[in-house]
C-alpha cells in the first residue's frame, strides 16, 4: 500500500486550546476546576520564559499521561472485579440453595429411620410372616443406606465448595476496596497535574501563548515531514487486512481531541485510540498502553509495518500506531488533537505486531 500525501497535517497546532481542553478532560473525569489545586512536584511557581512554560507544561502533561494509564487500569479493573464478584456472589447464593435441600433430605431420612425402630435385621427376619419379602425391601433399604451415604459425602463436598467461593468472594472484595482507592489516586494525580499546567498556561499572555501553539504545530510538522512539505508514509504494506483496517479507522480519526479516559468514538486518550481502532478491525485490545505491549509479536523497529502498534518509554506509558515511512497516528496529549508524528519523537520501547 503506497500513501503520498501534500497536505498540511491534521492537528498539528498542539497548544492552541490547551486551556479549553483541559478543562474539558478534567469534566469528563468528573473533577471540579475551580478549586485550589496543589501544584505537582518540583514545579515552580512562577516559569521564567515561554521556553520554561512549554518544557514544564510538557512534563505535567506526560506525567498527567502515566497517572491516566493507571486510572484507565484501575477501570479496567474494576469492571472485571465487579463482574467477578457477582458471579461469586450469585454462586454462594445457588450453592447455599442446594446445601439447605440436601440437609432437608436427610433430615427427612434420618426421621424416618428413628420412627422404624431400629430393630436389628436378623430378628426382624425371624419375626416376619414374609422372610423373602422382608429380605427384598432390606436390599432396598441397603440401597437407599448408600444413597443416603452418598448424599451425605456430596453434602460435605458442596459445603467445602461454599466455603471457598466465600472466601474467593472476600478476596474479590478486598481487591475491588483497594482498586477503588487507586483509582481516586489517580484521578487525584491528573487533576493536581491539569491544574498546575493550566496555570502554567495562564502564566502567559496571549501573544506568548499564541508564539507557542505555532512553534509547536512548526516542530510536530517538520518531524513528520523531516522538514519537507509533504507527508511520505512509504510504500510498506500492512502486515495484515485487520491490520490495514485498524490504520484506516485510526487515520479516520485525525483532527480527534485528546480527552483522558476516552475511546472514542469522538475523543480519545492514546490507548483509547487504538482500543477504538482495532475494534474496527474485529480485534478486542487491553485498555492500557502497558497491557497492549503485551497484546501480540513483539518486533524490531526496523521491521514495523503499518497497523503495528507502537510502544513509548520506559514505563510504556503511550502507545500510537505505525502508518510507514517512520510516522505513526497518535493521540498526543490534551490541547492536541490526533495527528501524525515522526515515531522518533519519544524513545520507543517496543513494536507489537497483532
Not at 18 to 47: C, E, F, K, N, W
Not at 216 to 233: F, I, N, V
Request: net charge positive.
Amino acid at each position: 500500500m503506497a500513501v503520498h500525501r501534500r497536505s498540511p497535517l491534521s492537528g498539528a497546532h498542539a497548544l492552541a486550546r490547551a486551556l479549553v481542553l483541559t478543562a474539558a478532560a478534567t469534566t469528563v473525569l468528573g473533577m471540579a476546576t475551580g478549586g485550589t489545586a496543589q501544584a505537582a512536584p518540583g514545579s515552580p511557581d512562577a516559569p521564567s520564559s515561554r521556553k520554561d512554560v512549554k518544557a514544564q507544561v510538557e512534563q505535567l502533561y506526560d506525567e498527567a499521561e502515566q497517572a491516566s494509564e493507571k486510572f484507565n487500569a484501575a477501570l479496567d479493573a474494576q469492571q472485571r472485579l465487579q463482574h467477578e464478584t457477582g458471579t461469586l456472589q450469585q454462586q454462594v447464593a445457588v450453592g447455599q440453595d442446594e446445601l439447605n435441600q440436601l440437609r432437608g433430605d436427610l433430615a427427612t431420612v434420618a426421621g424416618a429411620e428413628y420412627r422404624g425402630g431400629g430393630m436389628a435385621q436378623t430378628v426382624q427376619l425371624m419375626l416376619s410372616t414374609d422372610p423373602e419379602g422382608y429380605l427384598s425391601r432390606a436390599r432396598s433399604q441397603e440401597q437407599a443406606a448408600e444413597r443416603q451415604n452418598e448424599t451425605l459425602h456430596e453434602l460435605v463436598a458442596r459445603q467445602r465448595r461454599l466455603d471457598q467461593r466465600r472466601a474467593e468472594t472476600s478476596v474479590k472484595l478486598s481487591e475491588l476496596d483497594r482498586t477503588r482507592r487507586a483509582l481516586a489516586d489517580s484521578k487525584q494525580q491528573i487533576q493536581q497535574r491539569l491544574t498546575t499546567a493550566q496555570k502554567l498556561l495562564n502564566s502567559l499572555g496571549a501573544g506568548e501563548r499564541a508564539r507557542m501553539a505555532a512553534q509547536d504545530a512548526r516542530e510536530a510538522e517538520q518531524r513528520a515531514t523531516r522538514g519537507t512539505d509533504r507527508l511520505d508514509l512509504g510504500s510498506t504494506p500492512p502486515a495484515s487486512e485487520r491490520g490495514a483496517a485498524a490504520l484506516a479507522a485510526a487515520v479516520k480519526m485525525i483532527g480527534s481531541p485528546y480527552v483522558y479516559g476516552s475511546t472514542g468514538p469522538r475523543a480519545f486518550d492514546c490507548s483509547g485510540l487504538m482500543y477504538w481502532s482495532w475494534r474496527q478491525a474485529g480485534v478486542t485490545l487491553p485498555r492500557t498502553s502497558q497491557a497492549q505491549a503485551y497484546a501480540g509479536q513483539r518486533v524490531g523497529l526496523t521491521d514495523a509495518r503499518p497497523g503495528d502498534l507502537v510502544i513509548f518509554y520506559r514505563d510504556m506509558h503511550h502507545v500510537g500506531m505505525y502508518a510507514g515511512g517512520g510516522v505513526i497516528v497518535h493521540a498526543p496529549y490534551p490541547g492536541a488533537k490526533v495527528r501524525y508524528e515522526s515515531v522518533n519523537a519519544m524513545p520507543v520501547a517496543g513494536v507489537i505486531r497483532l
